[in-house]
């Protein structure tokens, strides 16, 4: 997630349940044509599309998918399966500026990257039968091609300490929080009430360090919790793969070396 951070996307809104099917919250970015979008799940990117429409029109026909597209059809499924289970579908896009230029031509910088992106970050609903699949519109309807397979990427980017925690640094402040079931699953965790003034805002991304590492894990932070908009941390896969290395139900310790730098290890040594 942190790499499509790096390179521009930003939050446009949320999935939300709406009777038998989903509807789309935006933030921003509603009309806006040519876009790059992703749908987002405790962090990690499940999915990544190119539309020529506003994403407004886009997004109404995962909405209300017609009988032969499919595309439309399975993503409707899979956002539903997210929000039955209480997982957020976070919608990220980045827009064409329309100021890249070769000569006289036009460079759809959304267009462009949108194979890219797929190849190297292999997105859960991207991948049909084992193959990668991006979207293709004809006649108004989207279908899938295929590209080409690719090696797997972990998602991880190499990295050392931060300037935040440089030896010697002293936290910023502290918490707490329990390994839940569902944090050891997906690679999350709620920060809760004694975060709130301690973590970055909604969207922005934050490193995580785990334990002793020098290396972050790249991690986004998220704030449409109802009320009081309390922080959640995401950091996918790579952390979920260092949860797991714990029992369920560790008391765990966050310090707190900038709104966006966190360290996290067990509180009694485990692990």
């Known amino acids: 997630m942190n790499r499509l951070l790096d390179i521009g996307f930003q939050v446009a809104g ?8 989903v509807r789309m919250s935006f933030q921003r970015l509603a009309g ?14 499940k999915y990544v599309g190119v539309s020529s429409q506003t994403l407004r029109q886009r997004m109404a026909g995962y909405r209300s998918p017609g009988p032969k597209s ?8 899979n956002i539903r399966g997210q929000l039955d289970q209480g997982v957020a579908v976070e919608v990220y896009a980045l827009p064409d500026s329309g100021l890249m230029h070769i000569g006289p031509f ?17 997105p859960e609903w991207n991948i049909v039968g084992n193959r990668l699949m991006k979207e293709q519109i004809r006649d108004g309807e989207p279908e899938l091609v295929e590209l080409e397979p690719a090696v797997s990427s972990d998602g991880s980017t190499p990295g050392t300490l931060s300037e935040a ?3 010697g640094a002293v936290p910023l402040g502290a918490f707490e929080f329990t390994l839940q079931r569902s944090y050891w699953k997906d ?11 301690l973590l970055g805002a909604g969207g922005e991304h934050i490193e995580i360090f785990f334990g002793d590492e020098a290396t972050p894990i790249n991690g986004t ?10 922080p959640r941390v995401h950091g996918g896969r790579e952390l979920k793969w260092r949860f797991q290395t714990l029992p369920e139900l560790t008391p765990m310790l966050v310090e707190v070396f900038a709104p966006t730098s966190i360290r996290i290890r067990s509180k009694d040594g485990v692990g």
Do not use: M
């Open 187 to 197: 690679g999350f965790f709620n920060g809760g009430v004694a975060a709130k003034d």
């Open 221 to 230: 932070i998220n704030r449409s919790s109802p009320g009081n908009r309390t």
């Open 165 to 167: 925690q440089d030896d």
């Open 70 to 77: 499919t595309t439309n059809i399975r993503n409707n499924r």
């Open 32 to 45: 806006q044509h040519n876009i790059l979008y992703a749908f987002v799940c405790n962090g990690e990117v």
């Open 14 to 21: 949320e999935w939300l349940p709406d009777n038998d099917t």
């Open 106 to 122: 036009h460079l759809n910088l959304a267009a462009g990257l949108e194979a890219s992106i797929i190849t190297s970050l292999r």
